[in-house]
């Protein structure tokens, strides 16, 4: 009964209020808020829901898109600047530097250049 309201009065407010686009952004936001947990249960609603939880809906998509992408651009920079490091090391490595010196330039303990070191042999 309380959902029923609930989608009611958005109905009402979608439809016949006309609320200014700021105003309209903010209440997704609100509403999101307060049924977080249950973006699932709208999923399988989707096709009769009012603007706004349509809205909660994109707006839960959109920050899913947006988390998932922060984490593989890190995950992805992480590996890039790991694999980048290695090979300046390995090439330090092969043109004599000591292990001491290359750790000190390369901002890591002496025992990861070792450890470099023992791959390449």
């Not at 809906?57 to 920079?77: S, T």
Request: hydrophobic share 40%; net charge neutral.
């Amino acid at each position: 009964m309380y959902r029923r309201k609930c989608v009611a009065l958005l109905y009402y407010i979608d439809y016949l209020l006309k609320l200014a686009t700021a105003i309209s952004k903010q209440l997704i936001k609100d509403v999101k808020e307060e049924i977080r947990g249950e973006e699932e249960m709208l999923h399988l609603f989707k096709e009769n829901l009012p603007p706004t939880l349509a809205g909660v809906l994109e707006l839960a998509r959109q920050e899913g898109f947006k988390q998932g992408f922060e984490q593989g651009f890190k995950q992805g920079f992480k590996q890039r600047y790991e694999q980048g490091m290695k090979q300046i090391i390995t090439g330090l490595i092969e043109k004599g530097a000591e292990d001491e010196w290359i750790a000190e330039v390369a901002k890591l303990p002496e025992a990861k250049i070792r450890e470099i070191r023992m791959e390449l042999k």
